[in-house]
């Protein structure tokens, strides 16, 4: 199969570019994209090496990639390393001690500011109870969190004694954590007493009560004090974090575990294409060297930046780019409790103003549902201190690129369009500060990555054409497999394209060779950027008792992307109501979270089937949407 190098030229491009202003680029650490592409190319093992250099090892690897088992590959292989202590530790020795780690702010506008000390100090009480608690290197925790500090503190604290985080959204409800805690056979589950969002209380607590009843794994829930309302507390098995942190044992240093390079950091579930979550595994060594030199080079991070990345730490955009990149390259950051129309909707542009924010990393949804207030709320504010944007988790319309260029950024600061996804552990397709850029393309490969479009054949698709994207070359970051079933790693990833990572979205490329990212070719929808699989909203549905059968499909929505559209056969004796859609549409948030409540539910009589029982949601979608049904030969009568 043939492998069609990277675009030589970006000077001279075609359509709607923005080229970098003189200022960017004299800020920018790498002010050639196209030739350190290339020598990364050429020898992808030194680039690597080189790049490893920059954290801290107990000691070095003595091989850079093993490839000796595909797709399991391995990288610094002998090497020891702890991404907790190049987060904290290592900036005790330095200046950095004192900086500022992260400014937090509540929904009621209370606020916290953490140094690199203080956090370092944070993270050793946690790990020292985590420790009492009898949790131990390789042990699973889960995390259910509302955003607040102790968040990052207790998955910075899994990782220094070496133990595997697994963390929850909080907009998760009870059937997703308990399948999640089930599926890692956690021993603790770290909560707090509940969270806020849009001025009401979120019951975190109440929440993992619920799950783990089902759950034989866990011993103990350790609840943080957050709301200080109410809240049941089973003896012996729950405690109160603040309670614990006051004991001796809890003071002190807590000493760092000195992990392998390839020894599980986290587990982190993703949405596919049957019901059960798949359980991404990212390691200590080579995903700290990838998320390390991605932020570094396409946000441009420098000592004087204040970082703000909106999304929240339970999903992998906050794993790798709120805790542990910002925290290893010393940065500043800015971590937002609540919602982002609270009370009003210039809450986002007034947090810029107030830390004045030097680099905003959000979601065209975010931008999408700002925009829809109107330009005053930001212009309202000082956005001056902003140089640089992001966005990431689904493609941005060029409409919603061009406001948050123009509106947010003034046209000064260049919009960094990430795709990645949980698998990949940090950016993949991705433009730095040097590369120009077009509305509504993530423009090209990070340096160390070959990517490309291809047909069913894996040829190459000539400009223009859609087909499916994959990454033809292991990269230090990537997923080592899923856990406890490496077979469904393979098989999902790795067998479509021998040798290629099959990544289930679609994209086209132009003549330029710049990427477009279309959608997921797979039963897999993004909602809000949210991943949601079909497989999780039907049988939530199926759950309940009036439904017989159900399928699931996403339909184009003006915010959120993708919105949830639920086509249903009632069991006999059931009558179809507006009553009765309403409650599905609740169960089904209640289930699963808010996040995966559905547009609409369509009742009928019969779904389009193939012969072997499979539900053909492409077919529902193009009925909904009027388009040209396809291909029907595969139809059951
Ligand atoms: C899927 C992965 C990566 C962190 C958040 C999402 C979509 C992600 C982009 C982008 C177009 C994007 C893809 C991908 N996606 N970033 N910049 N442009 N689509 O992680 O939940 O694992 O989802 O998000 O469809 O496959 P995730």
Redesign the pocket.
């Known amino acids: 199969m043939a492998v069609k190098e990277i675009v030589a030229d970006i000077r001279h491009l075609s359509g709607e570019v923005y080229y970098p202003s003189p200022e960017v680029l004299e800020r920018a650490y790498i002010k050639d994209y196209p030739s350190l592409y290339q020598r990364a190319m050429q020898d992808l093992e030194a680039f690597w090496a080189e790049r490893a250099e920059e954290l801290e090892w107990f000691r070095k690897w003595d091989r850079v990639l093993d490839d000796s088992n595909k797709p399991f590959y391995k990288w610094f292989v002998g090497g020891k390393i702890n991404i907790c202590y190049n987060a904290v530790d290592r900036h005790m020795k330095t200046w950095r001690k004192n900086k500022v780690a992260l400014y937090w702010e509540a929904e009621n506008g209370e606020r916290r500011v953490l140094s690199y000390y203080d956090l370092y100090r944070e993270v050793n009480r946690f790990a020292n109870v985590l420790k009492a608690l009898g949790i131990r290197k390789g042990d699973r925790v889960t995390i259910y969190m509302p955003r607040i500090p102790e968040l990052p503190i207790a998955m910075l604290a899994c990782a220094r004694i070496g133990a595997i985080h697994s963390v929850v959204f909080a907009g998760f409800s009870v059937e997703a954590l308990h399948t999640r805690i089930e599926d890692s056979k956690s021993r603790l589950v770290i909560t707090a007493d509940g969270g806020y969002l849009n001025g009401r209380i979120v019951e975190t607590k109440r929440t993992v009560d619920e799950a783990v009843r089902r759950s034989p794994s866990v011993e103990h829930v350790l609840v943080v004090r957050r709301t200080r309302h109410e809240v049941p507390m089973e003896p012996g098995r729950d405690y109160f974090y603040d309670e614990l942190a006051r004991l001796p044992f809890a003071q002190g240093e807590c000493p760092v575990e000195e992990t392998d390079a390839e020894d599980p950091l986290y587990i982190l579930y993703?949405s596919g294409t049957t019901g059960a979550p798949k359980g991404q595994v990212h390691v200590h060594g080579g995903y700290a060297v990838y998320i390390y030199t991605t932020m570094k080079w396409v946000f441009d991070i420098k000592d004087e930046d204040i970082w703000w990345c909106t999304a929240d730490p339970g999903?992998?955009?906050g794993h790798s780019y709120i805790v542990y990149a910002p925290l290893m390259l010393g940065a500043t950051s800015v971590m937002y409790e609540g919602a982002p129309t609270y009370p009003y909707p210039d809450r986002w542009w007034s947090i810029v103003e107030k830390y004045g924010v030097t680099v905003l990393y959000t979601t065209p949804t975010a931008i999408r549902g700002l925009m829809r207030f109107g330009d005053e709320w930001p212009n309202r504010r000082h956005l001056s201190s902003l140089r640089l944007l992001g966005?990431?988790?689904?493609?941005?319309n060029p409409e919603a690129w061009r406001w948050y260029y123009r509106v947010i950024g003034k046209g000064r600061c260049p919009i960094m369009?990430?795709?990645?996804?949980?698998?990949?552990g940090g950016f993949m397709i991705t433009p730095m500060p040097c590369v120009p850029l077009k509305p509504g393309s993530?423009t090209l490969p990070f340096p160390g990555i070959r990517a490309d479009v291809v047909d069913e054949n894996g040829n190459p698709c000539p400009p223009g054409v859609e087909g499916y994207l994959v990454i033809q070359n292991p990269w230090p970051g990537m997923s080592r497999t899923l856990y406890g079933d490496p077979d469904r790693y393979v098989k999902t990833y790795w067998s479509k394209y021998p040798g290629w990572f099959f990544?289930?979205?679609s994209a086209r490329r132009d003549e330029d060779g710049y990427f477009y990212?279309i959608?997921?070719v797979d039963d897999v929808l993004?909602v809000s950027?949210?991943?949601l699989g079909t497989a999780e909203i039907e049988s939530a549905l199926v759950a309940h008792p009036a439904v017989a059968e159900a399928a699931a499909i996403g339909l184009p929505h003006e915010v959120k992307g993708e919105g949830i559209h639920c086509y249903v056969i009632l069991k006999a004796g059931y009558t179809p109501s507006e009553a009765l859609a309403e409650e599905l549409r609740q169960h089904v948030a209640q289930l699963i979270g808010p996040i995966a409540r559905p547009e609409a539910i369509h009742f009928v009589d019969k779904l389009p089937k193939t012969r072997s029982g499979k539900i053909m949601r492409r077919v529902l979608r193009a009925r909904a949407l009027g388009l040209p049904e396809g291909d029907l030969s595969t139809l059951e009568e």
């Open positions: 993703t999903w992998v955009t966005t990431v988790g689904e493609p941005i369009d990430t795709w990645w996804m949980t698998e990949t993530a990544t289930g979205d990212i959608g997921r993004k950027g949210y991943r």
